[in-house]
């Protein structure tokens, strides 16, 4: 969608995000930390209480001064992400890879693409994960679902930042899982964010840290239809500051499982796999657990 065609409010976020794009990096990381800090001083605030309840159901071994502490360093983390973000998309897909220090277990990426099955890599919303899209687009063309959010001028950017790369972007829908299927099973690979709340027809309750909850189906169910190979991938921020590092995973072997309940459990431990390197980078902010089998609403005040 052009600029001129989006409402005056979508514009000037779009305007907002091309200035911190020019910012250097550091500069937006500490300015997404004060941000973050300010956040978590505001503990009786939504986002505040909803990531410390996160903290205490995938974590109840720790005590509440580490709830507190990885609260403050996720919300931290949170803010870092949403300007990091706002770099990459506003800069050419050099820049990001540029960015990217350490790769561990890429022989495990390499060796899937080599392979001629197909590929899917289970991308959790962990770290900052938009770094990571344009150096994977140096070894392949994928293909990438994208449901469009509630703010248009920020998918206008991410639409921008996608169309400098080689990927190749479908809707979350019926006709996008077809395109997504046809791609793996020409061997090709595809990037899916499993970790949010499905809708009705789309998920099937699994432990997720030892909760069970409502997840997505749609990487099970395509790892058992296509005998694709799957991995698991994250880009996750280096604790100096400089740059970022990815990581790649062997997903559980039971991902692509016949049976589909065993599939969605075994995503779900794979990404906790990836998630418990470093909790605090993780999205917390979302309510993952509203939906499941033992808590009627673990987020009610």
């Given amino acids: 969608m052009a600029d001129h065609q989006l409402a005056f409010k979508d514009r000037l976020s779009i305007a907002f995000l091309r200035f911190f794009s020019r910012l250097p990096l550091p500069l937006l990381q500490r300015l997404g930390a004060r941000i973050g800090a300010l956040a978590s001083a505001m503990r009786n605030a939504s986002h505040y209480r909803t990531v410390r309840r996160n903290l205490e159901l995938c974590f109840p071994e720790h005590d509440a001064t580490w709830h507190d502490d990885m609260t403050r360093a996720a919300l931290v983390s949170t803010g870092m992400t949403a300007l990091e973000f706002a770099k990459t998309w506003g800069m050419p897909p050099e820049y990001s890879i540029g960015k990217i220090r350490d790769v561990h277990g890429g022989e495990l990426f390499h060796e899937a693409l080599a392979s001629g099955r197909g590929v899917i890599g289970i991308v959790p919303h ?121 990581h790649f995973l062997p997903a559980d072997p039971d991902v692509g499982h016949d049976d589909l309940d065993t599939g969605v459990a075994a995503m779900n431990r794979s990404m906790e796999a990836l998630i418990r390197m470093a909790p605090e980078q993780y999205q ?11 808590l009627p609403d673990p987020y009610r005040r």
């Fill in 126 to 246: 962990w770290g900052t994960w938009e770094f990571m899209n344009a150096w994977v687009n140096q070894f392949t063309s994928p293909i990438i679902m994208y449901k469009p959010g509630k703010q248009p001028g920020v998918d206008a950017l991410v639409a921008e930042a996608r169309g400098r790369l080689r990927a190749t972007v479908v809707p979350t829908d019926d006709s996008g899982v077809r395109a997504t299927f046809r791609e793996l099973r020409k061997g090709g690979f595809t990037a899916i964010l499993p970790d949010h709340i499905p809708g009705d027809n789309g998920g099937a309750f699994a432990p997720f840290f030892g909760i069970s909850t409502w997840t997505g189906v749609m990487v099970p169910k395509l790892a058992a239809r296509t005998g694709c190979q799957v991995i698991v991938m994250g880009c996750l921020r280096r604790s100096d500051g400089n740059g970022f590092d990815l």
């Fill in 284 to 294: 917390w902010t979302y309510k993952r657990f509203k939906r499941n089998v033992d």
